[in-house]
């Protein structure tokens, strides 16, 4: 695509965005996925954004453009949220189990935002999907021994070696993992 033609794609993206928010004037929402690099590849080909050309973070250039640009049935501007997702880069490619996983996840998430369920994340119990709220998890730290077979599995799976461990840290990860297994909770 020619900078013209992306320009004119990001145009009709919003265009759309807008009919979107609009869809239902008691409650304007609408979510918007950006995919790593985007921003580098726009900028490569010389693309503006509504007037501005596209330089320094992408991110934050379309948060103030959707922000000029949406507005609710009622005229008020529309709230943008931006979100910037940490992750640690992995040790290997991601396989095709994690990319459905991930897709799995994401479209959760997304549901069960647009559904009104805030603060929460996603989590797989057995076979479940399950909304676990924040305030549940939030400000803890979970580890994983790493003498376990849990950790024996992600350098096999990663192809990182393992590390010896001292056998006092050993012990304290030992200790600190609760003493009874937690009980399921029923889903239905």
């Not at 790493?146 to 010896?164: L, Y």
Request: hydrophobic content about 40%.
């Amino acid at each position: 695509m020619t900078a013209d033609e992306c320009g004119a794609a990001l145009d009709a993206y919003v265009s759309h965005l807008e009919r979107v928010v609009n869809r239902d004037p008691a409650r304007p929402h609408g979510i918007v996925v950006v995919a790593e690099g985007v921003g580098k590849l726009l900028r490569e080909k010389g693309v503006n954004l509504g007037e501005r050309k596209i330089d320094g973070d992408f991110l934050d250039l379309l948060k103030h453009h959707l922000a000029d640009r949406l507005v609710d049935a009622c005229g008020d501007r529309v709230e943008i949220f931006l979100n910037r997702p940490l992750h640690n880069i992995r040790a290997g490619k991601a396989n095709a189990h994690d990319q459905i996983y991930c897709e799995q996840l994401g479209a959760l998430a997304v549901d069960n935002a647009l559904a009104g369920y805030t603060d929460f994340m996603i989590s797989q119990w057995l076979t479940d999907y399950v909304l676990v709220p924040l305030e549940l998890v939030a400000g803890r730290r979970k580890s994983i021994p790493p003498e376990g077979i849990f950790w024996k599995q992600v350098c096999s799976g990663t192809g990182q070696p393992a590390i010896p461990i001292p056998r006092v840290a050993a012990e304290r990860s030992r200790e600190a993992q609760p003493k009874t297994p937690p009980q399921p909770m029923p889903l239905r």
